[in-house]
């Protein structure tokens, strides 16, 4: 019997395919989410739903969609999609949906991200822990999903062409200066949307010239794994850049919701640093205007959002927090440190694709190499995330307070201690695995350095 408290976490469903979970899941995931949309009076009479190309992903969505169908409502199939032309279709569409995906983990793995109407998130305190207890229901019953006739025959539709048209109304790229830019997709969906996006697969070109890496769709990943948050999956991508002499590299995850960015030298920029460029070009358009970052991104971001005008909000790592967060401030846009970047214009959603367009935006309408264009936003030395095996999570993140006492303490998601020479560190577990998240941020890099090393000595003692 399938325990769904194993896939169904904060914001998302994942898990190992099939040992964790299979179809006739898929299927009372399904049911129970059409049953949560009409316990809770959402609008319409259709779900989309859309899927990555890992092996399991068409069967499970199909599997979901039956699902859907016997609970009473129609399917609108987008077929292979990146997350953020799920949401897409669930904004202009004015639909729910379902996006099957386990971004950027590995092959054996999947998952389930859901929305309401207008890419609304789902997450564990707006109904993802309904849909959970009422699929845990239909499984122990031996009812995966009700016997009923499916109420309409599915829809097909390619929502490529209307997604990548709306992404270029929100940036214009046409008149900025030719720059060459090498795109690794990692055998992700990245491959199958920055063709029409950033290429002239479906609209005019624009003056890009597009080196293209690992563009080929396959779940197994067979060059390297879709996360570009690890360095070693960045090497490829960095040496392309400056073999092919490009002015910037861009990574895509498995999903390709998430984009990561890489100097003209090959030197990644970080997400704070993107984080806080975009904000610079939103708050010029909307001054004033509230943006939302996480308590990992530098601390360089609200000093510049503030320094623009802006009222920067600290909200929850994940993007259900962000996204309820940016919905209530009405921010018009957001940052995290693990590169999701999120837009009003895009229905409060996250889109790699368009903080890409907003990086090429900004290099292009200058002269400046992307190094020194990043380095007005890289105020500090971050560590990068670093990742650490800890059986009692909680205890150990007790033990690391305690050991500094006199340090200002913060714990909007996980522990963040302050000191009074601008350095930082936030430890928090994962979600997903037994793992202790260490990010440390220091003004020089010997201090940074410093810190780090003394956290993990005690967080793996």
């Not at 949309?37 to 890992?54: F, K, Y």
């Not at 499916?150 to 062409?161: K, N």
């Not at 990644?268 to 070009?281: C, D, E, Y």
Request: glycine share 8%; aromatic share 6%.
């Amino acid at each position: 019997m399938s325990d769904l408290s194993q896939i169904i976490k904060a914001y998302d469903v994942r898990g190992t395919v099939p040992d964790q979970w299979d179809e006739p899941v898929a299927r009372a995931i399904g049911a129970a989410f059409t049953q949560f949309l009409a316990a809770t009076g959402e609008p319409g009479d259709a779900v989309v739903i859309g899927h990555d190309m890992r092996q399991t992903s068409p069967g499970l969505a199909a599997a979901f969609a039956t699902g859907v169908r016997a609970e009473g409502r129609t399917v609108i199939e987008i077929g292979l999609a990146s997350t953020d032309m799920l949401y897409y279709a669930s904004g202009a569409l004015g639909l729910p949906g379902a996006m099957f995906t386990a971004s950027h983990n590995p092959a054996r793995y999947n998952g389930i991200k859901m929305c309401r109407t207008g890419a609304r998130p789902i997450g564990q305190d707006s109904g993802l822990a309904e849909i959970r207890d009422r699929a845990q229901a239909l499984l122990d019953k031996g009812e995966d999903a009700p016997t009923g006739e499916p109420a309409r025959p599915a829809e097909q539709r390619d929502l490529r062409p209307e997604y990548a048209a709306h992404l270029r109304t929100l940036v214009d790229l046409s008149g900025i200066r030719p720059l060459k830019v090498v795109v690794d997709a990692g055998n992700g969906m990245g491959g199958h949307t920055v063709p029409s996006v950033l290429g002239d697969a479906v609209l005019p070109a624009l003056p890009l010239t597009v080196v293209p890496l690992y563009f080929e769709l396959d779940g197994n990943f067979p060059n390297h794994e879709a996360n570009p948050l690890d360095p070693a999956n960045l090497v490829d991508l960095q040496r392309a850049v400056v073999a092919h002499g490009a002015d910037l590299g861009l990574a895509f995850d498995g999903d390709a919701d998430r984009c990561f960015v890489v100097d003209e030298r090959g030197e990644p920029v970080s997400p704070s640093a993107i984080t806080a460029l975009v904000a610079v070009r939103e708050l010029a358009k909307h001054p004033g205007a509230t943006v939302i970052h996480n308590p990992i991104t530098s601390a360089a971001v609200p000093e510049i959002i503030r320094e623009q005008g802006g009222e920067p909000v600290v909200a929850r790592v994940g993007h259900s927090f962000i996204k309820a967060e940016m919905a209530r401030t009405n921010a018009i846009f957001g940052g995290e440190h693990s590169a999701h970047y999120y837009f009003r214009d895009f229905w409060f959603a996250d889109t790699g694709m368009l903080a890409a367009m907003h990086t090429l935006a900004a290099l292009g309408e200058q002269e400046l190499p992307l190094s020194e264009l990043a380095a007005r936003y890289e105020r500090y030395v971050p560590s990068g995330e670093i990742n650490s095996t800890v059986p009692d999570q909680a205890a150990k993140v007790a033990e690391v307070r305690a050991a500094y006492p006199d340090a200002e303490v913060e714990e909007l998601d996980g522990l963040t201690l302050r000191f009074p020479d601008g350095a930082w560190f936030n430890l928090r577990a994962s979600n997903t695995e037994p793992l202790l998240r260490l990010n440390v941020e220091a003004p020089s890099r010997q201090r940074m350095i410093s810190l780090r090393d003394e956290v993990l000595d005690r967080v793996r003692r």
